[in-house]
């Protein structure tokens, strides 16, 4: 079982940046993919990053390639997300996932066991 909280959302002017953070319960979290979801009103949650157990390889969807980073710290039983030239289409709500179905860090929702009860990101234009 494992708990996830993230924090660091807020509002922000496009162009601006914020790191999100998701701090994990549990002494498994250095076995499991993490990833990052987030959800706009009225759409479906979407695949935005993910990382494997040792940090080494990470996924991204391609609308955030180059402006989002994802990264974690075992021994702080954290992951982060560093996002950079926010964008208005960057609002949503973020959600922070450990993946218990695969060893890669899956873009699919659904093979997502735990999540976390997200933070609101808002990009002002």
């Known amino acids: 079982q494992v708990q996830l909280v993230e924090s660091g959302g807020g509002l922000v002017q496009a162009g601006g940046s914020l790191r999100l953070s998701c701090a994990a319960s549990?002494?498994?979290?250095?076995?499991?993919?993490m990833g990052w979801f987030r959800q706009a009103p009225g759409k479906e949650r979407e695949f935005v990053a993910a990382?494997?157990?040792?940090?080494?390889?990470?996924n991204y969807a391609d609308s955030v390639k180059g402006r989002f980073t994802i990264v974690r710290d075992n021994a702080k039983n954290t992951v982060y997300l560093q996002m950079n030239s926010l964008k208005p289409e960057d609002t949503a709500v973020y959600y922070c996932?450990?993946?218990?179905?695969?060893?890669?860090?899956?873009?699919?929702?659904?093979?997502?066991?735990?999540w976390g009860q997200g933070t609101q990101v808002t990009v002002s234009s």
């Open positions: 990382i494997t157990p040792s940090g080494r390889t990470t």
């Open positions: 996932a450990a993946d218990a179905e695969t060893v890669y860090g899956s873009t699919r929702p659904y093979d997502y066991d735990y």
């Open positions: 549990g002494r498994t979290f250095s076995s499991y993919p």
